[in-house]
Every structure is written in C-alpha cells, then in structure tokens.
C-alpha cells in the first residue's frame, strides 16, 4: 500500500468516525431497565381513567420554543379499550385541534394505540415508574409534511401527576422535543 492510498484510507476512516460521533450526539435514547424498579408505578389506564389537563412546549433542535399548548384529555374504557379523547388549544403556534387514541392492552401487558393523525400503530410498553410510546407521525411543518418517529415517554410522579417528554426524530436525528405536564382533574 502507497501513501496515497493510506492517506485515502485515513481520510475515510475519520469521516466515517466523525459522522458516528456527530449521529450519536443527536440522538436520545433511554434505557427503559433503570425505571423497572422505581416507584411510583405508572398505570395508563388507572392515571388516564376521567379527566387529565396537560400543559405542553414543543422546541426545535435550536432549543427554541416553537409551540406552546393546553390538552383537555377525557380517558374512558370503552369495549375493554382504553379512549384518550384529546383537545388542544395553542398559546402559539399551531398544531391539531383534537385528536383521539384507542389503546389495547395486549396479553404480555404492552398496548397498542391507535389515532387518526398517527402512521400506523403505536406501541406502548410499562417500565415500573415509566411507559414509552413509539410511533411515526405524519407532521407538518409549514408547507411541508415529514414522516417522522416518536419516542414518548412517561415518567409519574404520583397517582395524579405525570411528566411526558417525547422526542420527534427523523434518520434517528432528534429534530424536536416535546415536553409535557399532565395531573388527574
């Protein structure tokens, strides 16, 4: 092997590390084992069980925020599945107006939910104190629609109060974060 074909080489091996670095730190990922244990559990259908006012941003990759809400959500069984019938209101920016998820509860205890404006089924799974969400979406930004995936999580605090943060990605890239507060009315 020539020096020019090291060279070659080098190059392309500290692009391809580089990029991986770069990849990496735009990324979130939460292991799901460390909240197996913790308390308070999280229980979806007890915590979404009547009427749940939630308090939300959402920030770009900038940290800027982009959207401020309010979520009326109205949970109720219904045909042994669990409804989240949501309505939002923007402080700024805009977004849907209302949406409506139909859970399943699986045999293993995972769920399966569903919404009009979601690509797909979601899958939930429970982790002790924290239940994670992923799903793709359909957004839209401006004039355009992308496809991107969610990764929500849940975190309770007690039986009335939850703290949600979702993560928006596109290529495994975090474009946004979604953070949310919800209590038991």
Same mark, same amino acid.
């Given at each position: /092997?020539?020096?020019?074909?090291? !060279?070659?080489? =080098?190059?392309?091996?500290? +692009?391809?590390?580089?990029?991986? =670095?770069?990849?990496?730190?735009?990324?979130?990922? #939460?292991?799901?084992?460390?909240?197996?244990?913790?308390? $308070?559990?999280?229980? &979806?259908?007890?915590?979404?069980?009547? !009427?749940?006012?939630?308090?939300?941003?959402?920030?770009?990759?900038?940290?800027? &925020?982009?959207?401020?809400?309010?979520?009326?959500?109205?949970?109720?069984?219904?045909?042994?599945? #669990?409804?989240?019938?949501?309505?939002?209101?923007?402080?700024?920016?805009?977004?849907?107006?209302?949406?409506?998820?139909?859970? +399943?509860?699986?045999?293993? @205890?995972?769920?399966?939910?569903?919404?009009?404006?979601?690509?797909? $089924?979601?899958? @939930?799974? $429970?982790?002790?104190?924290?239940?994670? *969400?992923?799903?793709? /979406?359909?957004?839209?930004?401006?004039?355009? +629609?992308?496809?991107?995936?969610?990764?929500?999580?849940?975190?309770? *605090?007690?039986?009335?109060?939850?703290?949600?943060?979702?993560?928006?990605?596109?290529?495994?890239?975090?474009?946004?974060?979604?953070?949310? *507060? /919800?209590?038991?009315?």
């Amino acid at each position: /092997m020539n020096f020019t074909e090291l !060279k070659i080489k =080098l190059i392309k091996l500290t +692009t391809v590390v580089t990029l991986s =670095l770069f990849l990496g730190a735009c990324s979130v990922s #939460l292991d799901a084992q460390k909240y197996e244990q913790m308390n $308070p559990k999280f229980d &979806i259908e007890s915590f979404f069980d009547g !009427k749940v006012k939630a308090w939300g941003i959402v920030q770009n990759r900038d940290g800027d &925020i982009v959207q401020r809400f309010i979520v009326d959500i109205d949970g109720y069984k219904k045909d042994g599945q #669990l409804i989240l019938d949501e309505s939002f209101v923007y402080g700024f920016g805009d977004g849907p107006k209302k949406r409506v998820w139909t859970l +399943t509860k699986n045999a293993d @205890g995972s769920f399966t939910g569903n919404a009009g404006d979601i690509a797909g $089924p979601a899958l @939930g799974v $429970p982790h002790g104190n924290a239940f994670n *969400f992923s799903y793709e /979406m359909d957004l839209a930004v401006g004039d355009s +629609t992308y496809r991107v995936n969610f990764d929500d999580w849940f975190f309770a *605090f007690d039986d009335k109060t939850m703290m949600n943060r979702s993560y928006i990605k596109k290529f495994g890239i975090v474009m946004a974060e979604v953070s949310i *507060f /919800m209590q038991k009315q």
